[in-house]
């Protein structure tokens, strides 16, 4: 039954990316194509006093220049809020997002003109045309000054910037404190980045001659960003496809329904042509969603022997101007919070947070969601308490492990871990790392005057967020999955999904699933996904949710069409199901060699041949599985970094990088590996070089690959792998995700292993990413230029 699954069966959608045979949204061209180019915001802040198109429409061949005003009323603007009363904060406000500005502009790249024109050129040469009349206005930049009485505000309409202030607490945390030995306390600033995936955002729409429309889009949810588009366009859901064809990768940022596609659609529409916007990286680095960029103060209680005994978390986060839909800007910070018990038993946790709009662009979610933070805050906490309490970092934090037999464990803040094997992970990864024998090497480098440093990165990863998480949290609408699995008549299988694969792998590992209930092979399932007319609802592809949510109904549905096939197969062959085996595309009696009937003629009876079947049978062999997962699903890894700092450039090298994760039953270990170690280089870049900079009166000096950093294969060192599997009782096979990982431990890791190095001199890590400018302060406390 289980041939392929945990296989490394070869990725079988790779070869037509790697001979370059794709289908990006930005290399489709139609008939009478028009494009559009976005006039934006120069400004922070700054009132729309009027804008003059004239310029740009007595350019040849600039079709139509469109402004928010024209559009208010046409199109709804985003913003899909929490229902608050699930989940009562003191304050929380969801301002509206126009597709286009109006009145006013609230951060530098914000569009206020759509110029739509006969080629990119021109509609670029035009949007330099449009002449807008600004009434610059004093921005707010930082959170705490948002806030601050007297600041202005960024939507007059809510009365304040605090768009979110709720709190919670488990335990007795006052005691807690008072009985402590030890308490540390930090303030960590999460650096703003994104997720800057190869591909930018892209879509193209057009409209038939019967109004339907036709949008391809480079999405990570496509059925859902079709009922949003007709919801924002007030136009009939079933006259809307959306494609989302070849992805470059969205690591979280694609998980949006954006103004840009409503605006497409709209266009196409009224224009009757298609039209197509392809994002820029300037305008990528501006305007999509940016991610993290929160302050938290955080407080640890101790005991003298290093139990911890509570935890306090005030965050405050920056969601930026306004709201991103579905998802609000307000879950980074509120993720963060959740998140902070980690692997540790917290019996005792208060938590207090709050976001403040402010005019930088909106915060939305790349991989991981408040989950790096919350891992790098811990993580960092309890090396500050065990050099306090001259404890070993690795000790103390087995010291406060859910051990495996702790499981199901129940969290103070209500997370219900179902498994998991942390200490078990960090003893394995501390064993591959030499942790042992680190501190004579570290003492043997230093006598040379150089600075060897080691770091654990523990974490618990969120997998799944099935709608039965989601609706206690106030998200209105569900995350269940669906898959069919089909038979032609000549013995093929057509396997259509609503999750998205954007690089996850996901036509080899569903395939691995389908062919061991069914016993085809991997490379002979047809894969359809993202594609609204062809595939059964779903709910796209982020929250590592795949595997248990869509491999859930993937299996649900093979299992259906594999007891058909039995029932048909012993109908055939005149014997009962359950002497049945499939094995290699034959459905054989067990025990009686040569008894057999192909799968591929079970087909053809079912589909081509109904008066084969058994009496009450009916023809066809297909099955649709809908199937609404576990809550959360969560797995766990440790990662070690052992680094080298030169204190004199600030420069870091990684020298080893090892990780052991569990998550569950390995469908493929190849793609695991894969997604581990691509998770890891996304969180080196968090740790040592992505950061989105704004100056003080809101502009980005961030607009290009020359200022914003990210990490090449000169940075990225062999990762070291293994896995513990601890299969998780709540999915079908005991799966767990994994896609956001090695994101998620990385910095904890690396921050870490850089205070290390750097204790002689007192370093804590408590602001990323460690360029080689705050490398160097920490290395030099004392000095001048310190600051
Ligand atoms: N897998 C497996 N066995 C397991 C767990 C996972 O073989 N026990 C396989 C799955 O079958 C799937 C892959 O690993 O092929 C990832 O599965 P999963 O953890 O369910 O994550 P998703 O497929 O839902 O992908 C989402 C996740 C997220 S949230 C981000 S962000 C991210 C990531 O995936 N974005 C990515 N990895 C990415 N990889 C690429 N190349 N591009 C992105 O945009």
Known sequence: MTKFIGA????????????????????????????????????????????????????????????????????????????????????????????????????????????????????????ELVEVDWEPLGAVVEPEDAIAPGAPLVHEELGTNLTLDVSGSGGDVERAFRDAALVVRERFRTNRHHAVPMEGRATLAAVDPDGNVTIWTSSQMPHFVRTRIADL????????????????????????????????????????????????RREHLLNAYHSRDAIADVEMAFAADGTLLGARMDVLGDSGAYSTDPWPST???????????????????????????????????????????????????????????????????????????????????????????????????LAMADYRGFRA???????????????????????????????????????????????????????????HSHGQGHHTTYAQMVADQIGVDPADVRFLQGDTQGTPYGWGTWGSRSVVSGGGAVIGAARKVREKILRVAAHLLEVSPGDLDIVDGQVRVRGVPGRAVSVREVARAAVFAPWKLPPGEDPGLEAVQYYDPPPVVYSNATHVAEVEVDVESGAIAIRRFVVVEDCGTVINPTIVAG???????????????????????????TTSFMDYLTPTAAVVPPVELDHIETPSPLSVIGMKGTGEGGAIGAPAALAAAVADALAPFGAKVTSLPLAPERVWRLAHPRDAFSG
């Open 675 to 701: 997604q581990v170690v691509g998770g890891v280089a996304a969180g080196i870049g968090t740790a040592l070089l992505e950061h989105l900079v704004y100056d003080e009166s809101g502009q980005l000096v």
């Open 441 to 499: 090497r570290q003492a043997a480098a230093r006598r040379q005057g150089r600075y060897l440093g080691i770091g654990i990165g523990n974490y618990i990863e969120m997998t799944t967020f099935g709608s039965r998480f989601l609706a206690p949290m106030g998200v209105e609408h569900g995350a269940y999955e669906a898959a069919s699995v089909r038979f032609n008549p000549n013995g093929g299988v057509e396997l259509c999904v609503g999750t």
């Open 8 to 127: 490394r069966v070869k990725r079988i959608e790779d070869p037509r990316f790697l001979r370059g045979e794709t289908s990006y949204v930005e290399g489709m061209q139609l008939p009478r194509m028009l494009h559009v180019a976005y006039v934006r915001s120069p400004h922070a802040h700054a009132r729309l006093r009027g804008i003059d198109a004239r310029a740009a429409l007595a350019l040849p061949g600039v079709r139509r220049v469109f402004t928010g005003a024209e559009l208010a009323d046409v199109l709804r603007p985003l913003g899909l809020p929490f229902r608050a009363d699930v989940f009562p904060p003191a304050v929380y406000k969801c301002p509206k997002w126009p597709a286009l500005a109006v009145g006013k502009a609230r951060y530098v790249g914000e569009a206020v003109a759509a110029v739509v024109a006969e080629s990119r050129y021109l509609a670029e040469d035009g949007a």
């Open 331 to 429: 879950f980074e910070p509120l993720q963060l919070a959740l998140a902070l018990p980690g692997p540790y038993k917290l019996r005792n946790y208060a938590w207090h947070v709050r976001a403040a709009c402010t005019n930088k662009a909106a915060i939305g979610t790349y991989r991981g969601v408040g989950l790096p933070g919350a891992a790098w805050m811990h993580e960092q906490m309890m090396e500050l308490a065990a050099q306090r309490l001259r404890m070993d970092p690795a000790d103390l934090r087995r010291k406060n492990m859910i051990r495996p037999d702790e499981f199901p464990y129940t969290t103070v803040n209500g997370l219900e871990y179902d498994s998991g094997s942390s200490s078990d992970a960090m003893d394995k990864a």
């Open 233 to 280: 366009m007030g136009y009939p859901e079933q006259k809307i496809r959306v494609v989302s064809p070849d992805v470059g990768g969205g690591f979280g940022l694609k998980n949006y329904v954006i103004a840009e596609e409503v605006l497409a659609c709209h266009f196409a529409r009224v224009l009757r042509a298609p039209v197509k916007w392809v994002e820029d």
